[in-house]
């Protein structure tokens, strides 16, 4: 029995590496060169590899290509190459941005098929032009700002004195940004819901591959399109011009109803992201009092007013000119990114000197740009927050210029995060209410960890942490008061790196 056991695997292992290497002879010798998974498992290596690793994959060479039966997907670190492409005509994310509905929308085949072409590009321009800076992004921002300083003032109600700062980003997340969506009736107001999102999420990745053998994230997913329908039958008004305008462009464009909602479930990307990077942009900055020190100087004299004990934070100018606040934020993400940038062949095409076949894939990791020290200079490994300010003098390698292509927690142009000004908003507002009210330190008295565990797998564009972290808090004295935000000058735009 065991003879016929081992003479069967062998088999199976044969026929792996035979069908392996016959889908190989077939390759183009001008396209990137195929890499052998690091795990030694034909065919399934690689995907063991992703499961384990997530996306945070070995750099092998400057262009390669990983093969899984007969897909490709080619990978790409190199800031010359990743130029060209963003170049390139044939070379799009539009195609991983209709099968995300798909995927993670579950919309039918007949939208699918109808959710391209004109449809798509439309929709996807009304979203950038939503998203812009103009009077209906003060309002969202104002609505977003108004509740960020509920969930602060909540958190500081009743003396607590401890947070988890995980669980802490998620909700101030969930809620603020629910209101600038959504309107101050959102359905993530409704703990269940948020919870279901966030469940959801969590099971994002096993989805892309059809795997959630417990069913959770599917079922989650199922609470949150229910909540999502509920909520579009009937749009409040103070709902945002980027919700509406979707609704109404695929709406004219033909998709039905139940198609419709479950394309606005999928935007809640828009928190997975925001979550991670307000997180680990608490996390550096409180590490470092140095810098708390002097960030709550820099908003206290350039975006605060206080009169008495009543204290107003203005949107614009923190927008605008807490260039130390924006470029810690911006080193955070630099340090922390670990997504990819995805990206379809539509036609065979020759970049540089690679020949890439229509219809595979193509990755961009951030990773490599980020940590390029050609790029930063020799401290690349080193949080240094002073790293994106104006001021040359100030930064640490003496760059010139950082190039937009360099710096890519975003995306890679043309296709640019089109909520990057009121992410960014978000997170700096928060930030700043937090420094200049609170002090946290971590609640076991042992400092801070700036290596902490990592979760693996997950999509979002900052890894999540492994374990929470709990904090205890003390208010500040000379925080106590009234706190209002306010917009200050319209249409008000940070000068973010990425463009
Ligand atoms: C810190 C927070 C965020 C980060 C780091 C982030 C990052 C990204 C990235 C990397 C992409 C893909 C670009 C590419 O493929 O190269 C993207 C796309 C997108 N993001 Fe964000 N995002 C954030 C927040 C948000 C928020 C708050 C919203 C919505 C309110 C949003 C809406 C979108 C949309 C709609 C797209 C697809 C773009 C298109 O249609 O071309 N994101 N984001």
Redesign the pocket.
């Known amino acids: 029995m065991i003879r016929e056991v081992i003479v069967g695997l062998a088999a199976v292992v044969l026929l792996a590496y035979g069908i392996e290497f016959v889908f190989a002879w077939f390759d183009d010798p001008r396209e990137p060169p195929r890499v052998k998974p690091t795990i030694p498992i034909p065919i399934l290596g690689h995907v063991i590899g992703f499961f384990s690793m997530g996306l945070r994959i070995t750099i092998f060479s400057e262009f390669y290509t990983i093969g899984v039966l007969n897909f490709k997907f080619y990978i790409t670190h190199s800031p010359r190459i990743t130029n060209q492409l963003a170049k390139s005509k044939v070379v799009s994310?539009?195609p991983?941005?209709r099968s995300a509905g798909r995927i993670h929308g579950t919309i039918s085949e007949e939208a699918y098929a109808t959710f391209d072409g004109h449809l798509a590009d439309h929709?996807?321009d009304r979203?950038?032009d939503a998203?812009a800076p103009g009077p209906h992004m003060d309002e969202q921002n104002l609505r977003m700002g108004q509740e960020s300083v509920v969930e602060v003032d909540a958190l500081l109600s009743g003396n607590r004195k401890e947070m988890k700062l995980w669980e802490w980003s998620k909700n101030v997340i969930m809620q603020a940004?629910g209101v600038?969506?959504f309107g101050r009736e959102h359905p993530f107001k409704d703990k269940e819901i948020a919870d279901a999102m966030w469940t959801w999420d969590e099971h994002r990745s096993g989805h892309i591959f059809g795997f959630d053998p417990t069913g959770k994230g599917y079922a989650a997913r199922a609470k949150v399109m229910e909540a999502m329908k509920k909520y579009l039958q009937n749009v409040p008004e103070d709902a945002?011009q980027?919700l509406r305008e979707r609704q109404r462009v695929v709406l004219e464009g033909g998709i039905g109803e139940e198609d419709a909602y479950k394309l606005q479930a999928t935007?809640s990307?828009?928190?997975f992201?925001?979550i991670?990077?307000?997180y680990w942009t608490i996390y550096e900055i409180y590490s470092r009092p140095a810098l708390l020190e002097a960030i709550r100087e820099e908003i206290r004299n350039k975006a605060l007013t206080q009169v008495g004990e009543d204290f107003h934070l203005n949107i614009a100018a923190l927008q605008t000119t807490c260039s130390l606040l924006l470029s810690a934020m911006q080193e955070t993400?630099r340090i922390r990114?670990a997504?990819v940038?995805?990206?379809m062949v539509l036609e065979d095409v020759t970049i540089d000197r690679y020949r890439l076949k229509k219809g595979y894939h193509l990755h961009?990791p951030a990773k490599p740009v980020h940590w390029d020290p050609s790029i930063w200079g020799a401290h690349v490994n080193h949080f240094d927050p002073y790293r994106f300010v104006p001021e040359i003098e100030k930064r640490p390698a003496r760059i010139q210029k950082i190039l937009p292509s360099n710096f890519?927690?975003?995306?890679?142009a043309p296709?640019?995060?089109?909520?990057?000004q009121?992410?960014?908003t978000?997170?700096m507002i928060i930030m700043a209410l937090l420094a200049l009210r609170v002090d946290l330190a971590p609640a076991d008295g042992s400092g801070w960890d700036h290596e902490p565990p990592l979760k693996k797998v997950e999509i979002?564009?900052?890894a999540h942490p492994k374990l929470d972290a709990p904090l205890r808090m003390n208010p500040r004295q000379d925080g106590v008061g009234n706190w209002k935000v306010e917009i200050g000058k319209s249409k008000a735009r940070i000068v973010l790196t990425s463009g």
Do not use: D
Request: glycine letters at 4%.
């Open positions: 994310v539009r991983f941005l929709f996807s979203t950038k998203m940004m600038g969506l945002s980027m935007l990307n828009a928190y992201n925001t991670p990077t307000l993400q990114h997504q940038a995805f990206r961009m890519l927690p975003w995306g890679a296709w640019l995060c089109p909520a990057r009121f992410a960014a978000e997170i979002s564009s900052l």
